[in-house]
């Protein structure tokens, strides 16, 4: 099954609508950044999805699942707890594409990547071992749709996140927020993110941003002074 540029536009404007209401209808405070902002990850994952899915060289219709399930993996990211997000939006998802009129065992598969998208991890269990039991029962779909969503948590967009997060810019001179993005946090985090990445694409292309991320920091560091070599002093030791 192959998708047309009229069902993809039909199934965006149906998650960024619902994106909008539903982050409005839960929490006013910044719900229209907020909205945008979880719109403007799953339009990343799917770009990621489809580079993923490009390496692994899978077929046609298993493509449409996954640009679908890029879409609507987070649609429900306001309406009930985080646990619980990719069971309804999975749900909200087979009721839309339903009564569009997509054959029902493509939305089963659309469903069941979207249901899987999202793991808790355990701090005392190894994470290799999460790891396997999670691959372990999952579609190739799920697989892709969780390194695709792990990918962009590597890389330039967790350099910008770090940054708004961080830096708060505008209200923090430049060398406090080059501090706090080279303290090793955000970098420490990223390389977790990476030990969770699942197919031989997404290991590849997490080294590679991971790899940017490292040379950006050592960039920082070797054009902004972090610290300023001159002390104030007090007018009397002047
Ligand atoms: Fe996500
Ligand atoms: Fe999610």
Same mark, same amino acid.
């Given at each position: ?13 149906? !998650?960024?609508?619902? *994106? ?20 403007? &990850?799953? @339009?990343?994952?799917?770009?990621? /999805?489809?580079?993923? =899915?490009? #390496?692994?060289?899978? +077929?046609? %219709?298993?493509?449409? !699942? ?10 429900? &990211?306001?309406? !009930? ?13 087979? &009721? ?8 029902? +065992?493509? !939305?089963?598969?659309? $469903? ?13 269990? +190894? ?14 779909? =799920? ?8 990918? %962009? ?5 967790? /350099? ?20 706090? *993005?080279?303290? #090793?946090?955000? @970098? ?13 694409? #997404? ?7 991971? $790899?940017?991320?490292?040379?950006? @920091? ?12 001159? +002390? ?7």
């Amino acid at each position: 099954m192959q998708l047309t540029d009229e069902q993809l536009q039909r199934a965006a404007d149906f !998650v960024r609508s619902y *994106l909008r209401r539903t982050a409005s209808s839960k929490e006013s405070h910044k719900a229209e950044f907020r909205a945008e902002n979880r719109w403007q &990850h799953s @339009l990343n994952v799917q770009k990621n /999805i489809r580079a993923l =899915a490009d #390496g692994e060289g899978i +077929p046609s %219709d298993s493509r449409a !699942v996954c640009d679908l399930a890029a879409l609507f993996h987070d649609v429900d &990211h306001y309406t !009930v707890d985080y646990e619980y997000h990719g069971l309804r939006g999975a749900e909200t998802a087979t &009721h839309f594409l339903l009564s569009e009129g997509y054959p029902p +065992p493509f !939305v089963e598969r659309v $469903a069941e990547a979207i249901r899987r998208h999202h793991n808790e991890f355990e701090d005392d269990v +190894p994470l290799e071992d999460q790891m396997r039991a999670i691959v372990t029962n999952a579609s190739l779909e =799920a697989r892709l749709l969780m390194d695709a969503e792990t990918l %962009d948590k590597i890389g330039a967009s967790n /350099i910008i996140q770090s940054l708004l997060t961080l830096g708060r810019i505008g209200t923090k001179p430049i060398n406090v927020a080059a501090r706090e *993005l080279v303290a #090793g946090f955000p @970098l420490e985090r990223a390389h977790e993110w990476y030990r969770t990445l699942i197919t031989p694409t #997404g290991r590849r292309i997490g080294a590679q941003r991971l $790899a940017f991320y490292e040379q950006f @920091l050592a960039q920082i560091e070797s054009e902004i002074v972090i610290e300023d070599p001159y +002390p104030e002093r007090a007018p009397q030791d002047i």
